[in-house]
Nanobody, 115 residues
């Protein structure tokens, strides 16, 4: 079992930056990969970025070049560094951990980007 807690969401102006954190606890040694997803108002859940245990990353086209998914293994924390934010980035951001065939989700943190 893994528990995930997101933090760092808030209100930011377009062009600004924000850093989200996802702290993991429990059976963290079993995690194969972690990622960030988001759900904008009236939209479906979409992948933002992922990182594997060996550091391989993947980014959605809409955030590539603007977002980075660094990690701190000692702190059992994955981050989402968001730069050059746009109003269309407004969404609830969710952290996900993959353990084999099982997915674990955080409760989400709201990011609002004003124009």
């Amino acid at each position: 079992q893994v528990q995930l807690v997101e933090s760092g969401g808030g209100l930011v102006q377009a062009g600004g930056s924000l850093r989200l954190s996802c702290a993991a606890s429990g059976s963290t040694f079993s995690i194969n990969a972690m990622g960030w997803y988001r759900q904008a108002p009236g939209k479906e859940l979409e992948l933002v970025a992922t990182i594997t245990t060996i550091g391989s990353t993947n980014y959605a086209d809409r955030v590539k070049g603007r977002f980075i998914i660094p990690r701190d293994n000692a702190k059992k924390t994955v981050y989402l560094q968001m730069n050059s934010l746009k109003p269309e980035d407004t969404a609830v951001y969710y952290c996900k951990a993959i353990l084999g065939v099982t997915n674990y989700w955080g409760k989400g943190t709201l990011v609002t980007v004003s124009s």
